[in-house]
């Protein structure tokens, strides 16, 4: 018998409603507290339950996630009045798995379990209009029962894990992950796509609320990540291809070429003497250059150097002996990819600073002294282009006023922003007044905003003081309009919203306090890992307040901005989220898959590849046998029971265990066969 006549004859076993077992089914109605009692009648619900086909049992309960509730199901499964189980209650997404483990306790297949969601579906969305709201729940609950009459017992597999891990992204979030699952001792390939890590904290000067500096907290930690035997350190490298599954994916990076040998190169600095071409630097935003043949900053790590190919006009001098004596350059180097084997994946990309160009009325980009406020933290930096003193980029003078605008690219999707907070913006920026103001007591500092949002542990605190202890003058309002004058002065035209007066101010330097947004590539990454994002662009959590650093890709982690916008704390404290997760998946040493994935009815298949197309996971390929010719066969590990094979399949060749053609079906008919 051919491989696809076993799996013809496995499908025809699990999936056609055969058997002698009559279905008995147990519903039970949760009052949620007030969530659907006080919108619903909850016993009458119960009665309708009553009348509808199987249905063997039919109860109330205030909460039947309780523990009491939970027991009153596995009563009614171990005196055998039941074999199936309907819970008419909240979303599945917070309790499925809750009365999935009742069943199983009780000695019912966990899967012979359907969840009717009368709180989202109907009393929360129908709150004004209880009839309707009612009979809303009476429909959910009849397709529910009519699914449950039709479910099959399904067998969890298990798949070994392989202890390592794959971290994409060497910013804070990322480096803190990779240390706390190296001590743990898992294998760590953290991946980098700059020469150097460190991500935007390496730009940064101070921390607030506490004014630390931020390399002397950054570095250390880059140096550890380094050291350690367990991290296996892959800058100026990209992940391009992810395939396989939870526990056993398979990553092929590639490592871009640096044009320098980074094992000879002992970062002496030499060939930066003699190189002949000056370009911008990236690291600071354009506001100072650097050599084609470089170190992105002085406390970079890896220390060593990288050839900019795209300036570079390969004179051959950095080459010389007399230059090089290591001869660690290699203008001829090529690209390199290796694959590696992880059981887990943590995505800890970053962020990216919105780009105020667009904004015409600021300014930006149309008048030298309007900065972001990213340039003006480089400005601040002691490792900066001027040393920590800033100054005015028109004229090279210590500006006399300045002042900041709150909120831009935030909360403001009309002028082609985003809608949310990006949370740090107004803290960086009374972080930075308060900065300048230390160095220059008798300047002038507003700051122009909506509303201060000091959210975080000593925020309030340090923005009290800014105004108290500092001067910093903050004016609730926006800025309707910037104009420069003769001497490159910045003169903003705004109203306060306090006063209900309108203002004209006249400043040396105008910071524009831009939010934080996903990065440019994060959709190429989503991709590329299979993962979801929200409306914002950032990578989208499975659960926001139970699972909030795992995706609804087992096995893929998220952590720090790439998140969401959030400051360095809260970035660590998901890193070291993210990093537990993994562990404790991989300390398992396997993991449970469950059975909802694609079988193919080999007699029905013609072999026409529209499921290969639509398959986003990678999980269904074309193959031979010799009894049905050319059909299509899903490796299960990697389906993960999404459907889109299913819908489209023109020949119904494709069902998807417990959500099979037969039990879809039912719901649609409510039962009525």
């Not at 009393?123 to 809303?136: L, S």
């Not at 705004?494 to 203002?503: G, K, R, V």
Request: charged residues 25%.
């Amino acid at each position: 018998m051919t491989e696809a006549k076993k799996e013809l004859e496995k499908v025809k076993k699990e999936i056609v409603v055969t058997g002698n077992e009559k279905p008995q089914v147990g519903v039970y109605v949760c009052d949620c507290g007030i969530n659907i009692a006080g919108v619903v009648s909850v016993p009458d619900l119960v009665k309708y339950a009553e009348t509808l086909p199987d249905v063997a049992v039919a109860r109330e309960y205030k909460f039947f996630c309780s523990d009491t509730g939970q027991n009153i199901i596995k009563e009614d499964i171990q005196s055998g009045l039941i074999n199936r189980v309907v819970v008419a209650a909240c979303s599945p997404r917070m309790h499925e798995p809750t009365f999935r483990l009742v069943c199983k306790e009780a000695g019912l297949n966990q899967f012979l379990f359907e969840q009717a969601n009368i709180r989202e579906h109907s009393t929360w969305v129908h709150m004004k209009d209880p009839e309707g709201a009612f009979e809303a729940a009476k429909d959910l609950i009849k397709m529910s029962v009519a699914k449950a009459r039709e479910l099959k017992p399904l067998e969890v597999k298990t798949v070994s894990i392989e202890p390592a891990c794959l971290i994409i992204g060497g910013g804070i979030a990322g480096m803190n992950s990779a240390l706390d699952l190296a001590t743990e001792g898992y294998k760590v390939y953290l991946v980098e796509r700059t020469p150097t890590i460190g991500g935007h904290m390496a730009q940064l000067d101070k921390t607030f609320p506490t004014m630390d500096c931020s390399a002397c907290i950054l570095t250390p930690r880059m140096v550890d990540v380094a050291r350690n035997e367990n991290i296996e350190l892959l800058t100026y490298s990209e992940v391009v291809e992810v395939t396989g599954y939870v526990g056993n994916f398979e990553a092929t990076i590639m490592k871009k070429p640096h044009y320098v040998d980074q094992e000879a190169c002992t970062g002496c600095g030499v060939c930066v003497d003699y190189c002949p071409v000056v370009t911008g630097n990236e690291f600071d935003l354009g506001l100072a250059t650097r050599k084609a043949i470089y170190i992105p900053f002085p406390q970079a790590v890896p220390g060593k150097y990288t050839i900019d190919m795209d300036n570079c006009i390969k004179c051959g001098i950095c080459a010389r002996e007399d230059v090089c004596e290591p001869d660690a350059i290699r203008y001829d180097e090529e690209p390199e990819y290796m694959k590696v084997k992880v059981g887990t994946i943590i995505i800890a990309t970053g962020w990216d600073l919105y780009d105020p160009t667009g904004l015409k009325q600021y300014g930006y980009g149309r008048y030298p002294n309007v900065i972001d406020g990213l340039q003006m933290e480089r400005l601040l930096s002691s490792t900066g282009p001027l040393d920590g003193k800033p100054t005015r980029p028109s004229d090279l003078k210590a500006p006399h006023s300045i002042a900041f605008l709150q909120c831009v690219g935030s909360r403001n999707f009309r002028e082609g922003g985003n809608q949310y907070c990006s949370r740090v913006c107004c803290m960086y920026a009374t972080k930075q007044a308060r900065q300048y103001k230390e160095k220059h007591p008798d300047a002038d500092v507003y700051i122009f905003y909506m509303d201060v949002r000091a959210f975080g542990k000593g925020y309030e605190e340090f923005y009290e003081s800014a105004g108290k202890n500092y001067g910093i003058n903050y004016i609730r309002g926006r800025i309707a309009e910037v104009s420069e004058g003769e001497d490159h002065s910045i003169i903003i035209r705004a109203e306060d919203t306090l006063l209900q007066e309108p203002m004209e101010l006249k400043v040396d330097m105008f910071v524009l306090s831009c939010g934080l947004e996903s990065r440019s590539d994060a959709g190429e990454v989503a991709s590329l890992v299979r993962v979801q994002r929200s409306s914002d662009g950032f990578f989208m959590e499975a659960h926001p307040k139970l699972r909030p650093v795992d995706t609804l890709t087992e096995g893929i982690f998220i952590a720090g901005v790439a998140q969401g916008p959030k400051d360095i704390p809260d970035s660590v404290a998901q890193a070291k989220g993210a990093a537990s997760s993994a562990a404790t998946l991989m300390a398992k040493g396997e993991v449970e898959m469950e059975p909802f994935f694609a079988v193919v009815r080999p007699d029905r298949c013609i072999g026409c590849g529209m499921c290969v197309e639509n398959c986003t996971y990678g999980a269904i390929e074309l193959i031979d046998d010799r009894h049905f010719g050319k059909i299509a066969s899903i490796n299960q590990a990697l389906c993960k029971g999404c459907g889109a094979c299913s819908g489209n399949c023109r020949c119904s060749a494709i069902d998807i265990f417990g959500f099979t053609g037969e039990q879809i079906f039912s719901i649609i008919m409510g039962g009525e066969l």
